[in-house]
């Protein structure tokens, strides 16, 4: 079965095309700047490349153009789009109505409408793109994988907020976590790594969004992020962690909004906000020109990130692992080795001089082999899992 997978931004459409029969990418390609009239498709296959630049208005136009580049007859990757057993689109938020993926129908397409309140950056966008799918390849079965429902084994007492419990009910008000289909495959990972199921694994999914999750016995007990992807470390344009307070002073202050504010604690604050760049190279080549700035915002990341480590191996009740993933954590070496200063009190014996040495993109050890504690680069593929999901689904059904 070949299984496409499609993740869409607000303006955006990202997609891969992946043979489940070997789990091979067939390839992969963007839409960009959907809604204006300089929007543009770029889709490769190994050295093939397709360029597409035309007006698209809406999500429906962009997959349309999908569909054209996918059958290409000279750089496409299938002959026809009924090849595709199965369409797995990756959704936000579940709220509390999903605790696994689903295939699409009518009523979960109008429940994930219904939580669209719950994720009004990105919600729209994902359900859009459900919708054109449906009506332009109506015959093709579709699986929604929430970037949440990884999280949902979390006990009450972890994910509730200590508000007015008429309030939580109402309004669903309560920490969801995300990145959950990344911690999702690297758990897996790691849990084949380490051979044993009674496992007691962090993994810290580090990238321009960040967030770290506490996973035993491969089910998460605990993660950074919240009601919304703002909470938890700081990250490239977010916060993370702030005194809740911290909205009205700023409001009243800078005469601004709350919602005003929590825009600028979404993508004016971070790495951003600190030091004036979001991307964590620029961080790392001014942090290394000697930028007081830049070591700051350094500092900050991986101070929170310990004091989570620190935090999650109370919950856990002790440690076996420490998974790196996202683009940070596969390849930015000196973020690593801030991370790991002073971890030893855990049991973990940090190789630093192979941190340094480590290739990119692979799977590695980073421990002594006196380590307690296991550390390890894997990287992520959030697409495999989306499609795994699907032909589970779609096979079943």
């Keep these: 079965m070949k299984v496409l997978v499609i993740n869409a931004g607000s303006s955006s459409l990202k997609y891969q095309l992946i043979d489940m029969d070997n789990e091979k990418m067939l390839g ?6 959907i809604g204006s009239a300089d929007s543009n498709l770029e889709q490769k296959r190994g050295d093939d490349v397709i360029e597409i630049k035309q007006p698209l ?3 429906t136009e962009a997959f349309r153009l999908v569909m054209q580049a996918l059958t290409d007859s000279e750089k496409g990757l299938i002959a026809d789009v009924a090849e595709i057993g199965a369409i797995g689109h990756r959704v936000l938020h579940s709220g509390e109505d999903f605790d696994r993926s689903v295939v699409i129908d009518d009523e979960v397409l109008a429940i994930c409408k219904r939580n ?4 009004p950056l990105h919600m729209p966008a994902n359900i859009a793109c459900i919708e054109s799918c449906r009506q332009l390849m109506p015959d093709t079965p579709m699986v ?11 006990p009450d007492y972890a994910y509730m907020y200590a508000i007015k419990y008429e309030d939580y009910q109402a309004y669903k008000a309560r920490k969801y976590g995300f990145h959950g289909t990344s911690h999702k495959y690297v758990t897996g990972e790691a849990v084949r790594y380490l051979g044993k199921k009674d496992s007691k694994i962090i993994t810290c999914h580090l990238g321009n969004g960040s967030s770290i999750a506490a996973v035993k016995d491969g089910k998460c007990i605990d993660t950074t992020m919240g009601l919304t992807p703002l909470e938890g470390l700081v990250m490239g344009t977010r916060s993370g962690d702030v005194d809740a307070a911290l909205v009205g002073y700023l409001a009243e202050h800078k005469n601004m909004s709350a919602a005003d504010v929590v825009t600028y604690l979404n993508k004016e604050s971070g790495f951003k906000g600190i030091a004036g760049v979001s991307d964590f190279r620029d961080l790392t080549k001014r942090c290394k020109e000697g930028d007081d700035r830049a070591r700051l915002a350094v500092d900050m990341f991986a101070y929170r990130i310990r004091k989570y480590i620190g935090s999650y191996v109370a919950a856990l009740g002790g440690l076996d692992c420490i998974v790196l993933t996202g683009g940070i954590g596969e390849n930015a070496s000196f973020a690593r080795e801030k991370i790991m200063q002073g971890l ?4 973990v014996a940090f190789d630093f001089d192979k941190n340094e040495t480590a290739p990119r993109g692979e799977f590695v050890e980073l421990h002594k082999p006196e380590s307690k504690v296991k550390v390890v680069v894997i ?5 495999l899992v989306i499609a795994r999901d699907a032909v589970e689904l779609v096979g079943r059904r």
């Excluded at 030893?344 to 049991?347: A, D, I, L, N």
């Design 344 to 347: 030893e009190v855990f049991g």
């Design 379 to 383: 990287p992520t593929n959030e697409e």
């Design 116 to 119: 669209a309140v719950l994720g």
């Design 57 to 59: 208005k809406d999500h």
């Design 144 to 154: 929604a994988v929430f970037d949440t429902v990884f999280h949902a084994t979390m």
């Design 28 to 33: 992969k390609g963007i839409v960009e700047r």
